[in-house]
């Protein structure tokens, strides 16, 4: 279990970041801070859908009340927010002062937002979960405030790892006793025994996606691969044993028959519905999945931090930060509403969909609650040394998507994964020259 930091205010008691009080003059000048010019407003741009919209309209009008500058929340599908920015950013005017970045976007955008190092301190940074910093964090600049994290942990069937029948089996087949896995080869034990009566133990993400690669790097993490994909140096790491070991056991469980024989259209939510439809015992899938299974049935879906292999348990993350536009004219205002929204990372627990954060505090507050056990379940993975960030590079898109040809080319039988790796890493080297 991980060890709890001491906090001289106690859980959840970090005092309100106060608001620097904002004198408005007029500068001749036209410029949005300007009170005799323009309206007091600050514009935000999220995802359609997302918590961030759910968040931002549902705080705005208190903002309003504290600060006197209305929010506009502009939303735009998943799909079309790094274009919309791109297209900002090259225009060299900021349609938007607050952006709804996901960590995958912070380098390709990095000259083109406000580093916040010097607006804040330790008691904002000291209550940041695992990975949070590091991976808001570019050339040493700090380039947004945390909305939430996000990881895979293990969700699985309770009533079948209780069942005394179950029991006695298993540890007759296997000669140990039967319990949640912590390991590869328990995990790969447990899913080749539960596959029977129409169930699969567990899924693999096979379905060319960001989804699957994330999956393999989980895997790659837990054998000892860090850094992630590239070096510092941009070196191409993805050929190597950890990897190979990685994509080799995914392999294994498909060629088991102890996942669905559609693997190669498989991912997050297809996983899910399978395991909410009683198809799957286990699945080792984002936490917030956790709640929704959960929801469905609250008697016999349990959660349990990530699996480990040789290196201990891993895994990948995706966090989100609201960042500041560079040109934005409303710079000190659109910092205050970063802290603001800070202050009130709670409600992306309370309000939010998803029911994950970006404070360990909040993390902390919830994770006992009924519904709410993924959060422990995270903050257990997240704290272990291969727990990381994918890569900080522009072209990730791009290598993506090599990665995951190479996981769909192995898990077919049309490469090994030794060849498949290597030709990803050709691939990727030309990438990123």
């Keep these: 279990m991980r060890k709890r930091r001491m906090k001289k205010l106690g859980l959840f008691a970090l005092s309100a970041i106060t608001l620097m009080s904002v004198t408005l003059t007029g500068c001749g000048n036209g410029s949005r801070n300007s009170s005799d010019s323009k309206e007091k407003k600050i514009t935000v741009l999220v995802e359609s859908g997302s918590p961030a919209e759910e968040i931002a309209n549902s705080t705005a009008n208190d903002f309003k009340e504290k600060t006197g500058y209305e929010v506009i929340v502009d939303s735009v599908p998943y799909s079309g927010m790094y274009d ?179 693997t190669l259209s498989v991912a997050s939510t297809e996983s899910q519905e399978m395991f909410n439809n009683g198809k799957l015992a286990m699945q080792l899938n984002w936490s917030h999945q956790y709640a929704a299974a959960y929801a469905l049935d609250n008697e016999n879906v349990g959660v349990a931090p990530m699996i480990g292999g040789s290196a201990g348990v891993a895994a990948t993350t995706g966090p989100w930060y609201e960042c500041v536009m560079k040109n934005s004219e409303n710079q000190k205002m659109s910092i205050e509403y970063l802290k603001f929204m800070y202050d009130n990372n709670e409600k992306y627990m309370t309000e939010g969909a998803l029911k994950i954060a970006g404070r360990t505090s909040v993390y902390e507050k919830y994770e006992n609650q009924p519904g709410d056990e993924h959060l422990g379940a995270v903050l257990d993975t997240l704290e272990n040394e291969y727990s990381q960030n994918r890569p900080a590079t522009p072209y990730w898109t791009e290598i993506e998507e090599e990665l995951a040809q190479a996981v769909q080319a192995a898990l077919s039988g049309k490469a090994t994964p030794e060849d498949a790796l290597k030709d990803a890493k050709e691939a990727i080297e030309a990438i990123v020259e």
């Design 84 to 262: 919309k920015v791109s297209t900002e950013i090259k225009a060299k005017a900021a349609a938007h002062d607050v952006v709804c970045l996901d960590v995958l976007w912070l380098s390709a955008f990095e000259n083109a937002l406000t580093p916040l190092d010097d607006q804040v301190d330790e008691k904002i940074t000291d209550d940041f979960l695992p990975t949070l910093k590091e991976g808001g964090t570019l050339n040493d600049n700090l380039l947004g405030l945390p909305m939430w994290i996000n990881s895979k942990v293990l969700i699985y069937r309770k009533d079948l790892f209780a069942d005394e029948t179950n029991k006695a089996n298993f540890k007759k087949q296997y000669g140990y006793e039967l319990d949640v896995p912590k390991t590869w080869e328990e995990y790969k034990d447990c899913a080749e025994f539960f596959t029977k009566d129409g169930m699969y133990g567990t899924s693999v993400f096979g379905l060319a996606s960001g989804d699957t690669v994330c999956s393999f790097l989980d895997h790659a993490s837990q054998a000892g691969a860090k850094p992630l994909v590239l070096d510092k140096n941009n070196k191409v790491l993805v050929d190597e044993k950890p990897y190979v070991e990685a994509l080799q056991y995914l392999c294994d469980l498909y060629q088991s028959g102890s996942v669905p024989e559609e």
